[in-house]
């Protein structure tokens, strides 16, 4: 089983659909996690942060995790043709050591059609 | 504030040749990352490096691959005798500090062996 699974998708929606992106993992470790944003030939951008289990929200965008399942999601409301991108999760253990190395999911390639 | 600056952008190497690709951190930053990303992967890494110092080559291939964080000048990632299969985007990015949430990543080498 790989540390992090990620469903590459692709994804399609409608401009103005709710899109949820999901990720699991099975290190147990994992306590920091992040969803990044990769537009086509650029690099990641970070988009969410949370620690540990619970919600945070960042206007369209809420980011989920729930340790006691290893499942972690994001959420886009109201999506936009601009949100087309690959979403990449990424994890990490505590710092120092190579748990302090971040682990990324495979990426999920989103399409929002106006 | 630049970002992190990776050159160059597009790289193309006969088997056999030398790959150099660098990578310029934040300014403030002192703690690097490269992360290689093969077609329909996700991002992995290979190495982390402090200035002068490597702190983690765990994900680097044993042989051929070498990383380094002079005290002055970018961070190199150095490819010998490039084959086919190391055709992919190599990404760097840098952190203040080891900890925290995620790292800022530069728009990668797409490094493509002939």
Redesign the interface.
């Known amino acids: 089983q790989k540390e992090?699974e990620?469903d590459?998708g692709p994804l399609s929606v409608p401009e103005g659909a709710i899109v949820s992106l999901n990720c699991t993992y099975s290190n147990s470790a994992f306590q920091?996690f992040?969803w990044?944003r990769q537009y086509s030939?650029?690099?990641?951008?970070?988009l969410m942060?949370t620690?540990s289990s619970g919600n945070k929200e960042d206007g369209r965008f809420t980011a989920q995790v729930d340790k006691s399942s290893k499942y972690i999601s994001l959420f886009i409301r109201d999506s936009q043709p601009s949100d087309s991108a690959t979403y990449?999760c990424?994890m990490r253990g505590r710092?120092?050591?190579?748990q302090?190395?971040?682990?990324?999911?495979?990426?999920t390639k989103l399409s929002v059609k106006p | 504030n630049a970002g992190v600056m990776q050159n160059p952008r597009h790289l193309v190497r006969r088997r056999g040749q030398e790959a150099r690709l660098r990578c310029s951190p934040m300014k403030g930053h002192s703690h690097v990352y490269w992360y290689r990303q093969l077609p329909e992967e996700g991002l992995k890494f290979m190495v982390y490096l402090q200035k002068e110092n490597i702190i983690d080559e765990s994900g680097m291939p044993k042989e051929r691959f070498s990383a380094e964080f002079p005290k002055e000048g970018p961070s190199i990632l150095r490819i010998q005798q490039v084959v086919r299969g190391d055709s992919a985007a190599y990404f760097c990015a840098s952190s203040q500090d080891r900890g925290g949430y995620g790292y800022t990543f530069g728009s990668g080498t797409r490094l493509t062996v002939v």
């Open positions: 992090v990620q590459p920091y992040m990044y030939r650029k690099g990641p951008e970070l942060y620690y990449l990424a710092d120092g050591g190579s302090g190395n971040l682990i990324f999911g495979k990426g």
